[in-house]
């Protein structure tokens, strides 16, 4: 079944506590990405990649880290998580660099205490 | 600051009648624009796009009106379903991003 995966589906850490939230595909897609979505903002970009080893900022990129080793896998890390990054993050990808028919997977509900 | 806006932040409507979902947006520069749907504890799914160069697009019930002078997008979803009721994101493409709105909420009374 082609979809995409994150773990964990829920988290709940305390400020500075390095965290990754994983994110993996299997339709062997090339562009892959993170959101947040926050109340009344929506969905907002993290980052995102077009290929293995070329990611770049989204809109808001301040306090997260992204990479991308493999093509299947792009990972989200929070090196020292803040209460503000309190969020549901989904991660998408799509066959190609352009942004249509991204699919999303089931997100992530992180709590920052 | 949003670039992507969708004023109305609920809706509600009756089943077999038509809904119009609304978006704005400010910069010329993006050349593709989707809707997404979403239902609860699952990620958004695609639900219809339309290219800048496009007025129009439709597929089955859903159809987008893209206004490039004014800067407007709408969905119009005919004729409303009870499977429906979900929240729509509007979405703009541009330089390998992807912009969104902070959602409608749909709710298609029985």
């Known amino acids: 079944e082609a979809q995409v ?18 994110c993996s595909q299997n339709m062997n897609h090339e562009y892959m990405s993170w959101y947040r979505q926050d109340p009344g903002l929506g969905l907002r970009q993290i980052y995102y990649s077009m290929n293995v080893e070329v990611t770049d900022k989204g809109d808001v990129p301040e306090g997260y880290k992204v990479s991308r080793k493999e093509k299947r896998n792009f990972p989200l890390i929070l090196e020292s998580p803040s209460p503000n990054q309190t969020s549901l993050y989904f991660c998408a990808s799509s066959p190609g660099v352009d942004t249509d028919t991204q699919y999303f997977g089931p997100g992530t509900r992180l709590t920052v205490l | 600051d949003q670039q992507v806006k969708q004023n109305s932040p609920s809706l509600s409507v009756q089943e077999g009648r038509i809904s119009i979902l609304n978006c704005d947006y400010t910069n010329s520069m ?81």
């Open chain 2, 30 to 110: 993006f050349d593709y624009f989707l809707w997404y749907k979403k239902y609860p504890a699952e990620g958004p799914t695609f639900l219809i796009s339309i290219s800048s160069i496009k007025d129009k697009n439709e597929d089955g019930r859903f159809t987008v009106f893209l206004n490039k002078s004014a800067k407007h997008l709408s969905l119009h979803i005919v004729p409303s379903q009870p499977g429906d009721s979900a929240v729509y994101f509007c979405a703009a493409s541009g330089d390998y991003k992807l912009s969104f709105g902070a959602g409608t909420t749909v709710t298609v009374r029985a």
């Open chain 1, 5 to 22: 995966t994150q773990n964990p589906r829920y988290l709940i850490t305390v400020t500075g506590k390095k965290l990754t939230v994983t």
